[in-house]
């Protein structure tokens, strides 16, 4: 069942309401505004067992309240295990100041994985790679203008490479932040990421392909990508396929943009940075015999949210006894820069790149491991010596999701302004769901006292409905970390 959402659209400001209604049967849910601050609103978050206990199925409701403190493009999904691979997901779009004039906005163009008949879909279409079934995503360009094009990923687990043949993209924002316009002639894009860019119509009027290519598994690379492909179409001319095929995107490895200027500037220290067991979250994988094969930890534990009892419940009881496997990382300080340094186990078979997300905030990305080709030369260990002069501290990239190099590191860092609950993990579901992820508790006492008598009367109604239902009269059982977002 695809059941692809409305997309929402907003300006910039406006105060967005929206009424989730769990009709499933046996499935508990809850729905996650991707990239959205949720700025003194953490309970509108969307994370089970984080900010909220699942919405119970047969008719739970939940209404979810937040501003559009940002402008862009983003997206929504499921929180709740075997969902959003499925089509519990849409796009948002909020109108706002853009980088670089265009004529015509093309909207939202999400590219997703069909895991279950192997396939890319763009705008929820595509012709099927075996039985030539389906429609291609056509997009008209008008000759002479500019477009404007909002892709997002929303994959399980693909990133995709993208071009458009003879054309080139101008980069105008990444994830919600606007940044100096950048042409290019391919595109990364990891899973949870998002691009706006403009294309300018400027070739002879046809019909072009607009190309995907990915690394299979959460790797990279480029595929034998038959029929991964949408047709861009120039009003006025002849329809039918596009002849010429157009090269393949580049290969980038894997490794997103790192050299994006944000339009409003963000600037920190950096060159009093020092690697702590505080400030450093090591990721590792474990292979066991049996299932569910593969765990991954953060600072050696897989996390495993309680769906019954999130961690907003500690906070509003003042209990500060979270269980280990909650994976909490408390942060007391406020209004202060926090770096974190996460590094990519060198050993594991499976060290490879993780799209990185974080909830609450946008990061900068103030430094990576040096690029290298092939991947396994990688550095994982942060060096002082070479690395302190490879920060960047004067407005570095921004962004919501960014890639951890395989066997390598990623060193981010936000401002603690905005109290809450913050899950931060690596975006392919297979991943959170085997335990990549953390929850940030940014300055808990402060959180607590912001929380809306309002909020929190819906939190424990919802909650003791929840606790009704699960487990006692659910007929499967929970059998992951609860984050499976698939
Ligand atoms: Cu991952």
């Known amino acids: ?23 499933l049967r046996t499935n508990g849910t809850s729905i996650h505004w991707h990239g959205m601050q949720q700025r003194g609103t953490n309970l509108q978050d969307g994370a089970n067992g984080v900010t909220e206990c699942p919405i119970p199925p047969k008719g739970g409701t939940k209404v979810y309240k937040f501003r559009a403190t940002q402008y862009g493009t983003s997206w929504y999904h499921s929180h709740f295990s075997a969902q959003y691979g499925n089509g519990v997901v849409g796009a948002i779009q909020i109108n706002g100041p853009a980088s670089l004039p265009y004529d015509i906005d093309l909207g939202t163009f999400p590219i997703t994985d069909y895991y279950y008949n192997n396939n890319v879909l763009f705008n929820g279409t595509n012709v099927h790679p075996t039985t030539g079934n389906g429609k291609y995503a056509n997009v008209t360009l008008t000759p002479g203008k500019r477009h404007r094009l909002r892709i997002i990923n929303t994959s399980v687990e693909n990133h995709f490479q993208l071009s458009l043949a ?17 042409t290019v002639s391919s595109l990364f894009l990891s899973v949870g ?6 294309i300018d119509a400027s070739k002879t009027p046809g019909n072009y392909w607009f190309n995907a290519t990915f690394g299979g598994s959460g790797f990279c690379g480029t595929s034998d990508n038959k029929g991964a492909a949408a047709i861009f179409h120039y009003a006025g001319a002849a329809g039918g396929l596009p002849k010429d095929p157009g090269a393949a995107p580049a290969d980038h ?7 994006l200027t944000p339009v409003v500037t963000r600037s920190l220290p950096v ?8 400030n450093t979250l090591p990721v590792t994988v474990d292979v066991v015999s049996d299932a569910p094969l593969i765990t991954w930890k953060v600072n050696g534990s897989a996390i495993n949210v309680n769906w019954n009892k999130p961690v907003i419940d500690y906070v509003l009881t003042d209990n ?12 007391s300080q406020a209004d202060q820069w926090v770096y974190w340094l996460i ?9 490879i790149p993780h799209p990185i997300h974080l909830h609450g905030h946008d990061f900068l990305i103030v430094g990576r491991s040096p690029d290298a080709t092939p991947l396994s030369q990688t550095r994982y260990v942060f060096d002082p010596a070479v690395d302190l002069p490879r920060l960047k501290g004067t407005n570095p990239a921004r962004r919501d999701t960014a890639m951890l190099p395989a066997r390598g590191w990623l060193l981010l860092a936000f401002k603690t302004d905005n109290p ?12 959170v769901s085997a335990g990549l992820s953390i929850q940030f508790l940014e300055r808990p006492k402060d959180l607590k006292n912001s929380i809306s008598l309002v909020d929190k009367l819906a939190f424990n109604a919802n909650c003791l409905a929840w606790n009704l239902y699960f487990p006692a009269l659910d007929p499967f059982p929970k059998i992951d970390s609860g984050l499976r977002l698939h």
């Not at 490895?253 to 050299?259: V, Y």
């Open 1 to 23: 069942m695809l059941v692809n959402g409305p997309t929402l659209f907003a300006d910039w400001g406006d105060f967005i309401q929206i009424t989730v209604i769990n009709k």
């Open 343 to 351: 590094e990519n186990d060198p050993d594991g078979p499976f060290s």
């Open 193 to 198: 990421q998002r691009l706006d860019v403009t």
């Open 253 to 259: 490895n894997c490794l997103d943009l790192t050299n």
């Open 271 to 278: 060159n009093n940075f020092i690697a702590r067991p505080n």
């Open 320 to 331: 500060t006894s979270y269980p280990r496997e909650e994976n909490v990382v408390q942060i």
């Open 420 to 431: 809450g609950a913050w899950l931060m993990h690596c975006h392919i579901a297979w991943h």
């Open 166 to 182: 003879g054309h080139q993209f101008t980069i105008i924002a990444a994830d919600l932040i606007p940044v100096q316009a950048q």
